[in-house]
């Protein structure tokens, strides 16, 4: 798998994209939303960076923000998903008994092949990094996280 070096330049909006191990729909259950925002305002309070927007779906999400430094995007990104799948993976564990959460538990188990100090896995590796430059393409971006959770399946529609 090619490494890409990302550049991150002061002043500068990050708009991140991350998804969930496999593409599992975790957020579709309203307590882990909730772990998410309590923990994306935990993490605010914990690093200096601008949040303009961000979006969560049940199997991803987006932020627009603008860390500062510039270079802590990483380690902004890397805390949200460690203390989310951490709080994930110990619910899951303390509902081990219902049917709905061994599913769950088995979606995130690693494949044996993985040699790796973890069992499960919340969160995919990486996550997509894209400048944000200008006024123009911030809005685009707002716009984007805006009309993504309302898009019906086709087929589907509202009522």
Not at 14 to 40: D, G, M, N, P
Not at 83 to 96: C, F, K, M, N, P
Not at 129 to 134: D, K, L, Q
């Amino acid at each position: 798998m090619p490494v890409y070096h990302r550049v991150y330049e002061a002043g500068h909006l990050q708009f991140i994209t991350t998804s969930t191990y496999r593409r599992v729909r975790i957020f579709s259950s309203q307590a882990y939303c909730q772990l998410f925002a309590e923990t994306l305002r935990d993490v605010r309070a914990k690093f200096p960076f601008r949040l303009v927007g961000w979006v969560l779906m049940p199997e991803h999400f987006h932020v627009l923000l603008q860390p500062l430094p510039a270079e802590s995007t990483s380690q902004v990104v890397k805390d949200i998903k460690q203390r989310t799948a951490h709080a994930i993976l110990e619910g899951l564990r303390a509902g081990e008994g219902a049917a709905s959460c061994q599913a769950l538990l088995r979606a995130f188990r690693l494949p044996p092949t993985v040699h790796d100090h973890a069992h499960y896995r919340v969160w995919q590796r990486r996550f997509v990094p894209f400048n944000v430059y200008t006024e123009k393409k911030c809005r685009e971006k707002l716009e984007y996280m805006h009309n993504n959770p309302v898009k019906t399946p086709p087929g589907g529609g509202a009522g």
